[in-house]
């Protein structure tokens, strides 16, 4: 046997071993920095306020603690975040139901590890979904959308994609505020999905990452009101806190008998793989989940600048006549350029792939593609993200907080001191204006 056919990769990594679209395009942006380029940064989604004293004294203060802990979580965290749901989310919750784990990634996996049954995902829909149920040999369904209705998602397309599978049961993930699109689900289409998964025995794995992030304008309402029964409730505090790269997932499990079950199969996955979440951050996410007012006050204060950043963003796109559907929390807009479509093929673009790839080289706007997010590839959809444009670095973010502490309010700060943004929006007007000549 040669040398270089000694070892024989799985047949999921086999087939594709591309990284993380959102950490791809991350790495790439970073390399130009590092070369002195200016890019405009509107590919990745990270959120990048400093950490909560509070919280930072909270890890501080642990960190000797240095033994394994139980995979499911400490009992004192599970407690915390059972309540804090119970209190802030609307979602009734126990300690018993609850899991830790390092990150809502892991999560996702492990419960469609644990699930038997094809994974349904709306379109589009966050990037590591389908590439996680791919790594699981399991079949992936989409429920098709068109950027004429702004992505809607609706009972009756499920309804109709639930229907090409053979399987008995089937795993329906949803993200509300989404990722990429930053919509939220409304109750009453929530209701409706609630009445076609009990019908069809789908169970719904509703991550709610970007709960505590709404702009205002719409609530945000778990999935696990209309379908307790059903749904398990993802999250974390890597959005609302800027705490991503601490690694700190939840999940609740549905109440009875059978929701004991599915919480032990996963723990047993977790028990397998990552044994548990580091302990210093354990114990520290105890001062997040604490239901404390300056904690809750802060996550309300950095949740009303995503709101201005991103609000604005969507305000400049529809200044240049750029179809979005309009966010209603976290950080993302998931624009339409399919009206240029005829402009873009003259200069070779034919796909969101080189569309994004164009304004990258080009414009020095970066973006991700529609297809990163399951999108047809001739859709012109690119997601773009308000976190991390004039805020690339810590002191940058720091810097902005304390701007509107002193007193400038939300809008008045991304009108004044972004330039960044306001650099991007011009590229992307003059980019348009191109199009045209």
Known sequence: MAHNEFFTLAPALAADQTLSPTLAINQRVKELWAAGEQVYHLGFGESRFPVHPKIRAALIAHADAKSYL???????????????????MGVEATPDRVIVAPGSKPLLYAFQMALAGDTI?????????????????????????????????????????LAQSSEKQHILIL????????????????????????????????DEIYALTAHGHQPHVSMAHFYPEGTVVLGGLSKHLSLGGWRLGVAIVPP??????LLAAVNKIGGEIWS???APVQYAALAAYADDPEILAYIAECTRLH?????????????????????????????SFDGWRGALAGAGVFTSDDLARHLLDKWRIATLPGTAFGSP???????LSSSYVDMESDAQAAALLARHRSGVDADALVRDHHPALAGALGNLRAFLASLHE
Request: proline letters at 9%; glycine letters at 6%.
């Open 121 to 161: 995902l709306p379109t589009p829909s966050w990037v590591s979904y389908a590439p996680q149920a791919r790594l699981l040999n399991r079949s992936v369904l989409r429920i098709p959308a068109s950027p004429a209705d702004e992505h809607r998602l609706t009972a009756d397309a499920l309804r109709q994609t």
């Open 377 to 383: 590839p001739d859709e012109l959809s690119l997601r």
């Open 307 to 335: 709101a201005a950043r991103t609000q604005h963003l969507w305000r400049g796109l529809c200044e240049l006549d750029i179809p979005c559907a309009r966010p209603d929390g976290g950080f993302y807009l998931y624009p």
């Open 256 to 261: 009875g008998a059978a929701g004991q079950q």
């Open 175 to 206: 993200n509300s505020p989404s990722n990429p699109t930053g919509q939220m689900l409304a109750p009453e289409l929530l209701a409706e999905i609630a009445e076609v998964c009990r019908a069809t025995h789908t169970l719904v794995l509703s």
């Open 276 to 278: 548990c979440v580091s």
């Open 70 to 88: 139980s995979s499911l979580g400490i009992p004192e965290l599970r407690a915390a975040v059972a309540d804090f749901y119970t209190k802030r």
